[in-house]
């Protein structure tokens, strides 16, 4: 094949790759469609620092054509060698003083966005304020728990936050390292074992309203075999909206069921699963009792395991197998294999487990 063929369509593969790519980000996702005030300083950053490697990048090219066109050597000039400038003065003074403005430049406001987004004394106040919001976050092997300390508020899988505030987390983890990351609305932090971490993100109510009021959130460090399974979901509404929910969360009772297929299964749930999930979401066990998922909102929830559409269908296959939908997570061979109609039955009472 011709060399400018295959160059040519290198090129052309290139450019609608970059052109596909770049149609990638989505507003509940995309660290480049920024929805809140955490993500925009650090896509300003990200920003910053890719202009000025772009002009240096530039600039170098320039000068490195300039030079190589310049003084090449021509024909009947063979022995003649251009001026040399080695050591000279001004030269090095100014490409040594160059890269230090440079990094001035990006030294500010790197450092200023470092401290700002590191600043949790709101929530470490001995005495908190009222409206200051902190979610207890704590990463599972495959599942997240979000707790409201303030309200005594225990729920897993979707974190619901309130708009247009600061929200102040502490983050921990109980079995290995993971890593709590919600794309659009700010960069990851890992959630340890050994210590809590703290910061606080801001959750944009016109951004919001675009992304469907739902934001995806992801483990972003490599924890097993379901890693990339790993995922939660994140409901920003007004305040309002918020203090309705958690006032329906704080006064959830036990659930009454009264259909007669949902009774059978609330009677299985009771055999073989409350062991490890609550179905209320104020849940007084110490933390290391609570070794799944709360389940008292599980039918409002945006995802069945965190991945799958949420409906029957797929809850009936996570109940059946969920070695096969999650691999390496806890559940698997806790209980006995169930017949058809305990996964209808334990579908039915499991759907019916709402606070909405
Ligand atoms: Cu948890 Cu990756």
Not at 52 to 60: A, G, H, R, W
Request: aromatic fraction near 10%; charged fraction near 25%; glycine fraction near 6%.
């Amino acid at each position: 094949m011709k060399k400018w063929l295959r160059n040519w369509r290198l090129f052309s593969l290139f450019s609608v790759m970059a052109l596909l790519l770049a149609g990638c980000g989505k507003p509940f996702l995309s660290t480049l469609q920024p929805a809140g005030e955490v993500a925009d300083k650090q896509l300003s950053l990200m920003l910053l620092s890719t202009a000025i490697m772009v002009l240096v990048i530039v600039v170098v090219t320039i000068i490195f054509v300039y030079v190589v066109i310049r003084f090449r050597q021509r024909k009947g000039e063979e022995n003649k060698i251009p001026k040399q400038v080695e050591g000279n003065h001004t030269l090095e003074i100014v490409w040594t003083v160059i890269p230090i403005i440079l990094l001035i430049i990006l030294a500010v406001p790197t450092v200023k966005a470092t401290f700002d987004l590191a600043d949790v004394t709101p929530m470490n106040k001995e005495k908190r304020d009222k409206d200051t919001l902190v979610v207890n976050v704590r990463a599972n092997l495959y599942w997240w728990e979000f707790e409201y300390p303030d309200y005594g508020v225990i729920t897993s899988q979707d974190l619901v936050v309130p708009t247009d505030e600061r929200v102040y987390f502490n983050l921990k983890a109980s079995d290995v390292k993971h890593s709590f990351w919600i794309p659009a609305i700010g960069g990851k932090m890992d959630t340890n074992i050994e210590n809590k971490n703290q910061f606080w993100l801001e959750f944009d109510q016109k951004k919001a309203d675009k992304a469907g009021n739902i934001f995806y959130g992801k483990c972003a460090e490599l924890c097993g075999p379901s890693h990339a399974l790993m995922d939660f979901k994140v409901k920003a509404v007004p305040r309002e909206e918020f203090n309705q929910w958690i006032e329906k969360m704080k006064n959830a009772k036990k659930p009454v069921v009264t259909d007669p297929v949902a009774k059978q299964g609330e009677e299985i749930f009771n055999k073989s699963c409350i062991g490890c999930h609550a179905v209320t979401p104020v849940d007084k066990r110490p933390e290391q009792a609570r070794t799944a998922p709360n389940l008292a909102n599980f039918g409002d929830r945006e995802r069945i395991a965190g991945i799958l559409e949420h409906n029957e269908e797929n809850l009936k296959k996570w109940l059946k197998d969920p070695e096969s939908v999650k691999p390496g997570n806890k559940m698997t061979g806790t209980y006995g294999q169930l017949t058809d109609e305990q996964v209808d039955a334990l579908t039915k009472y499991l759907m019916s487990l709402k606070v909405e």
